[in-house]
């Protein structure tokens, strides 16, 4: 079973599920995202506070943003399906009129550590656009390999992308559990 754990320094809580750890307590991460590993499988959950995304539409969001990780990642990838969340996705967040809120699935082949070996990865990424004055966009990533090449690193994992079940129950239950505390964590306008 997942624990509520906090972010931000407790502004937002969420669930994490078990065996996953902090990789802060064993590597530099950015101020604006929370990073949760688990080592037994390499799957991955990131949290990242973003400022506006100008020119981009409401429809175009999570696509953008999945193409923008792909970039960041150079990773070839494959856009699956997208979709607006119901307020009942997120239920501890502010309705859609304030809170727009959009999920997409998809997959990227990514090498680990600029290494050659490249590993299929099933990615699934909500983006949550705060409405102004506080115009701040939430990422929330699950990274789970479903496939791990024989010469990457993490060969001898577990690879859980591939458990669609198990993953969708995970991010589900991340994002039914999401809630912001403290809205003073976002800077206005």
Request: aromatic share 8%; glycine share 6%; with cysteine.
């Amino acid at each position: 079973m997942a624990t509520v754990r906090p972010f931000y320094g407790g502004a937002i809580t969420g669930a994490i599920p078990p065996g996953y750890i902090d990789a802060s307590d064993i590597r530099q991460v950015p101020d604006n995202q929370e990073v949760f590993i688990d080592p037994q499988t390499d799957a991955c959950i990131i949290i990242e506070l973003l400022s506006l995304t100008p020119n981009v539409s409401l429809e175009d969001l999570a696509p953008y943003h999945f193409k923008e990780l792909a970039k960041e990642n150079a990773a070839d990838f494959h856009v699956g399906e997208c979709q607006v969340m119901s307020d009942d996705t997120m239920p501890h967040l502010p309705p859609t009129k304030d809170a727009y809120k959009q999920v997409i699935k998809g997959t990227q082949t990514i090498a680990k550590f600029k290494e050659a070996a490249a590993n299929l990865v099933t990615t699934y990424l909500a983006v949550v656009r705060l409405a102004p004055p506080l115009s701040t966009e939430i990422l929330i990533s699950l990274s789970a390999p479903s496939e791990i090449h024989p010469e990457s690193s993490s060969k001898g994992l577990q690879p859980m992308g591939g458990n669609k079940e198990l993953c969708d129950r995970l991010f589900t239950d991340l994002l039914r559990s999401f809630h912001i505390r403290d809205f003073g964590l976002f800077v206005p306008e």
